[in-house]
């Protein structure tokens, strides 16, 4: 299941793959998209696998424990969701921005990692280390923007500054904020999203 919407300008030039958390659909991020690239295309995407009736996009075992097995092949399958939607919508294949929540943001780290070739560039909301590939991919140059929260429940300080960690030693750009902030977004973090997205 998925939610396109074209560009405003008619050309679908820069597209944002809209990724959400745990529990959300493929519309949840739409309003956040528009805010964030007002002339971007936008694909929102719902997770395939159900928890407890909520929508993720990959398996875990328990919270902070991901199904590793399931997590490869949701994100390989997603890369090749993505690879045909640039055809179907004609979207420009160089500029592929992921925006990600939470579970949206793990898959988002891990199509990095394990496909480095879809995105061109990430932002990663309330992110953590999907896994350790086996092979680090090429990452040389690709902007990441992390926001996350110093008081975050969910995701520990440590495992944000690990991410880091491994998107740098692959190549990636790395811009890392810190907010105030438990798992829930604030609104300055978009803001700062924002600025930077228009930067690329």
Do not use: C
Not at 65 to 71: A, G, I, P, R, S
Not at 94 to 105: F, K
Not at 122 to 135: C, D, G, H, I, W
Not at 141 to 164: C, F, H, W, Y
């Amino acid at each position: 299941m998925h939610k396109f919407i074209p560009s405003p300008t008619g050309q679908n030039d820069t597209t944002l793959l809209l990724l959400h958390g745990t529990g959300g659909n493929e519309e949840d991020l739409i309003p956040l998209g528009q805010f964030l690239a007002a002339d971007a295309a936008l694909i929102g995407v719902r997770g395939k696998i159900l928890e407890n009736g909520m929508p993720r996009f990959f398996r875990r075992l328990s919270e902070g424990v991901f199904d590793e097995e399931d997590l490869i092949f949701r994100t390989h399958e997603l890369a090749r969701f993505i690879e045909e939607a640039t055809k179907v919508y004609a979207l420009n294949t160089e500029r592929i921005i992921a925006v990600g929540y939470s579970n949206g943001a793990n898959i988002a780290a891990s199509m990095l990692l394990l496909e480095p070739t879809i995105l061109s560039a990430a932002v990663l909301f309330r992110a953590m280390v999907p896994l350790q590939p086996e092979q680090l991919p090429d990452l040389k140059g690709k902007p990441v923007l992390m926001q996350s929260g110093r008081r975050d429940p969910i995701v520990p300080a440590t495992n944000s500054e690990q991410l880091v960690e491994l998107l740098k030693q692959a190549g990636a750009d790395v811009t890392l904020n810190w907010q105030n902030a438990g798992h829930g977004l604030l609104n300055p973090e978009l803001v700062m999203a924002e600025k930077w997205i228009r930067q690329l």
